[in-house]
Antibody, heavy 118, light 107 residues
Framework: QVQLVESGGGVVQPGRSLRLSCAAS????????IHWVRQAPGKGLEWVALISFDGSNKYYADSVKGRFTISRDISKNTLYLQLNSLRADDSAVYYC???????????WGQGTLVTVSS | DIQLTQSPSFLSASVGDRVTITCRASQGISNYLAWYQQKPGKAPKLLIY???TLQSGVPSRFSGSGSGTEFTLTISSLQPEDFATYYC?????????FGQGTRLEIK
């Protein structure tokens, strides 16, 4: 069955870096556009980034542009989000999600928590 | 960016009640709107896409309507498992944006 499993979260100091992973199973990343969405504690959902099914297009929210980088390893069927120059307001649960009909998200991972704190 | 405003932000209701949540977009988005349900500590779950199409496996007591700038999510008869937070999402243009959420609690 379709599954997305995030990992790599943790506590990191401001200005440092972290790499999140999203391992996909039950489908191939070659066929689906994948997004990252985050949710700060007690807050709403914020779209972060996407990588298209063919890997040719990557888009980012203005709040992370220039600091975060989305990539993937097809051989591992795994997606990555490199988080650089982290700030306190980047603290959130980060979800990866598969794009379905009309760009909605039909499958989500369980999320991985990133806490940026000194 | 397209802003989505949900109302109300908080809703208290009883099992069996009919409830409606509204989502207003800052500009027209045709029918490029989805609704999600999120329970504490869990990922969001897709309920409705294209404003009114029920996602496979979602109970028929959920329905959506609207087009352009005003949309609604209706739950015809609340069940205990429906108490959660609901988000609308526009997928008309990037960046994709979400409403601020409507928290539905048991009265």
């Amino acid at each position: 069955q379709v599954q997305l499993v995030e990992s790599g979260g943790g506590v990191v100091q401001p200005g440092r870096s972290l790499r999140l992973s999203c391992a996909a199973s039950g489908f191939t990343l070659r066929s689906y556009t994948i997004h990252w969405v985050r949710q700060a504690p007690g807050k709403g959902l914020e779209w972060v980034a996407l990588i298209s099914f063919d890997g040719s297009n990557k888009y980012y929210a203005d709040s992370v542009k220039g600091r975060f980088t989305i990539s993937r390893d097809i051989s591992k069927n795994t997606l990555y989000l490199q988080l650089n120059s982290l700030r306190a307001d980047d603290s959130a649960v980060y979800y990866c999600a598969r794009q379905a009909t009309l760009s909605t998200f039909d499958y989500w991972g369980q999320g991985t928590l990133v806490t940026v704190s000194s | 960016d397209i802003q989505l405003t949900q109302s109300p932000s908080f809703l208290s209701a009883s099992v069996g009640d009919r409830v409606t949540i509204t989502c207003r977009a800052s500009q027209g988005i045709s029918n490029y709107l989805a609704w999600y349900q999120q329970k504490p500590g869990k990922a969001p779950k897709l309920l409705i896409y294209a404003a009114s199409t029920l996602q496979s496996g979602v109970p028929s007591r959920f329905s959506g309507s609207g087009s352009g700038t005003e949309f609604t999510l209706t739950i015809s008869s609340l069940q205990p498992e429906d108490f959660a937070t609901y988000y609308c999402q526009q997928v008309n243009s990037y960046p994709i944006t979400f409403g601020q959420g409507t928290r539905l609690e048991i009265k």
